[in-house]
């Protein structure tokens, strides 16, 4: 070091812009997002309701490659009481995931790009008799600005999106790796009180769009597969959504 010269300690994150993954990640979110905002009869691609309940639909096409059940599935919620900032903020931060995702057997942050942007590594329970499962994703919340209505709440996203980490090669454990895209859109709805009255949770609530492709990695029965999908997505849509009314019920309302 030259004399006057102080080490520099580098910050904790870059900012994410900068990092090799941007490019993609900024493709990605569009596309997602676009695709999220395609409503279900808009396109000309056949869904199939599989699951109801409530406000709650989940549609799904039935899709293959190489013999393997790949099933985009979409799915449309409306949730009182909590708005799309708050669902997001729980579905992304990692603080929280053990408490809602209930096929997670173990997480782990392997980089942190910037403060809206993740890399995780997950492992999820094994259904007998498939090998055990586990995915390596980016993970990355955004606000996008309401463009029917300036005044109106933003929207939010989380998309998560498989990668690849050199220190954490695919299917060389006891894991096969999955691959998946996700998009989780969220837009609040106010409903304000008629007389003035400051609001509350009983004036919002929450439409809440998501979409996932999961390619099971290694061959599995399609027939178990749909069984596996038809039975967890509708128990992690209805038990994430309850957690986030529960986490945020004596909460300001976080826009
Ligand atoms: O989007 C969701 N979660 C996010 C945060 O974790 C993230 C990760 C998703 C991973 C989804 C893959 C889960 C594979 C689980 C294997 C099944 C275990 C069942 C154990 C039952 C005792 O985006 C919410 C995800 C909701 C999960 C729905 C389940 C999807 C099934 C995919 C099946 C894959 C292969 C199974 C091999 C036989």
Not at 82 to 94: A, Q
Not at 138 to 143: E, P, Q, T, V
Request: net charge neutral; glycine share 6%.
């Amino acid at each position: 070091l030259k004399s006057g010269h102080v080490p520099v300690t580098p910050p904790a994150t870059s900012p994410a812009c900068q990092h090799r993954l941007w490019s993609e990640i900024e493709s990605v979110v569009k596309q997602q997002v676009a695709w999220a905002r395609t409503g279900i009869g808009e396109c000309g691609v056949g869904w199939q309701l599989f699951a109801e309940d409530g406000e709650m639909r989940m549609y799904r096409r039935e899709e293959e490659v190489d013999g393997m059940a790949v099933d985009p599935l979409k799915a449309v919620h409306t949730v009182p009481g909590i708005t799309g900032h708050e669902v997001c903020h729980y579905f992304f931060g990692p603080q929280y995931r053990y408490d809602w995702e209930t096929t997670l057997e173990q997480m782990t942050v392997l980089e942190t790009i910037s403060e809206d942007t993740l890399v995780f590594l997950q492992t999820h329970k094994r259904i007998w008799p498939a090998s055990q499962r586990d995915v390596l994703f980016w993970s990355h919340m955004r606000k996008l600005p309401n463009e029917s209505d300036r005044d109106g709440p933003d929207l939010w996203t989380v998309v998560n999106n498989s990668t690849h980490h050199p220190d954490y090669p695919p299917n060389v454990g006891k894991c096969v790796r999955i691959y998946l895209k996700v998009c989780l859109l969220c837009q609040t709805r106010v409903d304000p009180p008629k007389d003035g009255a400051p609001l509350t949770r009983d004036n919002i609530s929450c439409k809440i769009t998501y979409c996932s492709v999961v390619n099971p990695g290694g061959w599995a029965p399609a027939s178990v597969l749909r069984a596996v999908y038809k039975r967890e997505y509708p128990k992690f849509l209805k038990r994430f959504t309850a957690y986030v009314v529960n986490q945020t019920k004596n909460k300001p309302i976080m826009f």
